[in-house]
C-alpha cells in the first residue's frame, strides 16, 4: 500500500489549494483515508476523513464550512479542498489510509491509521 500527498504551496490568506492523495495497493471502498496535519512544535491533528463504506465525510470543527474531502474511486484518489486559508493553516499536511469494518466509526486518531503518505507543505502567509 502507497499514498502520495501533493498539491501543498505558498499561498496568501483567503487563498485556496486542492491538496491529493493518490493511492495504491488498495480500494477506497473498504479504506477510510484521512489528513491530517502537523504545524512546527505541534502534535499531528486530525483534519478530516472519508468513509470508504459510503464516502461519508467528517471535519475537525476549523475546517468545518472551509474544507472539503472528496474522492474518485475509480482513480484511487482523495481530494482536501481549502479555501480560506489562514496562516494557522500552516502546516505539512499528510494523508493516511485505515482500514475500516462496516459500521465501524472512523477513527480520528493518527495512531489508528495504517498507511501514511510523505506530507505536503502548506504555508499560508502575506
Known amino acids: 500500500v502507497q499514498l502520495q500527498a501533493s498539491g501543498g504551496g505558498l499561498v496568501q490568506p483567503g487563498e485556496s489549494l486542492r491538496l491529493s492523495c493518490a493511492t495504491s495497493?488498495?480500494?477506497?471502498?473498504?479504506?477510510?483515508i484521512g489528513w491530517f496535519r502537523q504545524a512546527p512544535g505541534r502534535d499531528r491533528e486530525w483534519v478530516s476523513s472519508?468513509?470508504?463504506?459510503?464516502?461519508?465525510?467528517y471535519y475537525t470543527d476549523s475546517a468545518k464550512g472551509r474544507f472539503t474531502i472528496a474522492r474518485d474511486i475509480a482513480k484511487g484518489t482523495v481530494y482536501l479542498q481549502m479555501i480560506s486559508l489562514q496562516p494557522e493553516d500552516t502546516a505539512v499536511y499528510y494523508c493516511?489510509?485505515?482500514?475500516?469494518?462496516?459500521?465501524?466509526?472512523?477513527?480520528?486518531?493518527?495512531?489508528?491509521?495504517?498507511?501514511w503518505g510523505q506530507g505536503t507543505q502548506v504555508t499560508v502567509s502575506s
Open positions: 493516511a489510509a485505515d482500514y475500516v469494518p462496516l459500521l465501524a466509526t472512523i477513527p480520528t486518531d493518527p495512531d489508528e491509521y495504517d498507511y
Open positions: 472519508i468513509s470508504g463504506s459510503d464516502g461519508t465525510t
Open positions: 495497493g488498495l480500494t477506497l471502498d473498504y479504506y477510510a
